[in-house]
Nanobody, 121 residues
Framework: QVQLVESGGGLVQPGGSLRLSCVASGSIFSIYAMGWYRQAPGKQRELVARITSGGSTNYTDSVKGRFTISRDNTKNTVFLQMNSLKPEDTAVYFC???????????????WGQGTQVTVSS
């Protein structure tokens, strides 16, 4: 069993910053890619940023230059530093990770429960 727990969401004014964290725990053998997705009301869930186990990153165009994804492999944690936030960044942000557990050779995708980010004055 694997759990992903996000934290760091909240209400922030336009131009402000937030830092999201996501910790993976449970019967983990190895963690591969980790990432952040978001879903705004009435819209599909979209990839925001993703980071491989080796540290390679990719971002959706709308957040390039404003958001930074990073990870601490010693703590099974992924971060999303969000700067210069805009109202259109308002969404529920979900952590996602590709993980192999100690009970299988298969790699599965796991999701956190989501954390609300609201950008408003």
């Amino acid at each position: 069993q694997v759990q992903l727990v996000e934290s760091g969401g909240g209400l922030v004014q336009p131009g402000g910053s937030l830092r999201l964290s996501c910790v993976a725990s449970g019967s983990i053998f190895s963690i591969y890619a980790m990432g952040w997705y978001r879903q705004a009301p009435g819209k599909q869930r979209e990839l925001v940023a993703r980071i491989t186990s080796g540290g390679s990153t990719n971002y959706t165009d709308s957040v390039k230059g404003r958001f930074t994804i990073s990870r601490d492999n010693t703590k099974n944690t992924v971060f999303l530093q969000m700067n210069s936030l805009k109202p259109e960044d308002t969404a529920v942000y979900f952590c996602n990770s590709s993980i192999r557990t100690i009970t299988t050779v298969r790699v599965d995708d796991y999701w956190g429960q989501g954390t609300q980010v609201t950008v408003s004055s």
